[in-house]
């Protein structure tokens, strides 16, 4: 997401500055977003007509990595010493940079490396992003949305993510199994019967987090299946 949204980067620096202090004198907000390297948070802005990105992806050293909008010819150190002056700080908070200042090279982030073959995230690490950053997958959270995109990434990966969920949830809980998984899970978290639509927000949530809890139950029974009982997941 974060990457389609910016398009082509050109890595311009890293700074000692930590992002929330160099989004504070910006006056920028900071977003959350994902990319192949993790999650990541960023501001962008623009200064004297160069469209900046600021970054810190989860798991990096600390500091403010610096990037601009590939546009044209990229003078980095003129582009940068508008950042540090808008920062209010000088070179000496460069610890890195792509035109000479900073030599701390054990700080370069990974992101910065895009030419090289990542490994496939698993489908482990997937779910736990998925489940604590729902939003920076599907936008406004609701069920809709969030079944949706999972049965459209277990459809992608052959459906490794969601095998044997829909039985698990028939044996288990006592639901049709000739239901949908999406349906079954209705039937569980409403027992009092389907919502009428449209759903209020604490509804899609309440179906979300019910869903959320099943599908953590459902890898625990699938990791320990003698210790995954219904309803301790």
Request: aromatic residues 10%; negative net charge.
């Amino acid at each position: 997401m974060f990457q389609a949204t910016t398009g082509p980067l050109v890595s311009m620096a890293l700074l000692s500055l930590d992002l929330d202090e160099a989004a504070r004198r910006l006056g920028v907000t900071i977003e959350e977003s994902w990319d192949a390297h993790g999650a990541v948070r960023a501001a962008f802005f623009t200064l004297d007509g160069t469209d900046f990105v600021v970054t810190h992806h989860e798991g990096d050293p600390p500091g403010t990595y610096v990037w601009v909008r590939k546009c044209g010819p990229v003078d980095p150190a003129a582009r940068t010493g508008v950042l540090l002056t808008a920062l209010g700080v000088g070179t000496e908070a460069v610890s890195y940079s792509t035109w000479g200042i900073g030599t701390d090279l054990s700080r370069i982030p990974g992101a910065w490396s895009r030419s090289r073959r990542l490994p496939a995230e698993s489908h482990q690490r997937f779910w736990e992003n998925f489940r604590d950053r729902t939003g920076m997958y599907v936008g406004r959270v609701t069920y809709d949305g969030v079944t949706a995109y999972l049965a459209g990434y277990d459809h992608a990966g052959g459906g490794v993510l969601l095998n044997g969920f829909r039985e698990w949830l028939a044996t288990a809980y006592g639901v049709g199994d000739n239901l949908v998984w999406m349906a079954q899970v209705v039937l569980i978290v409403f027992p009092e019967g389907r919502p009428e639509s449209p759903w209020s927000q604490d509804q899609h949530m309440r179906a979300v987090d019910g869903l959320v809890a099943l599908l953590d139950e459902f890898f625990q029974h699938l990791q320990d299946p003698a210790d995954a009982s219904p309803g301790t997941g």
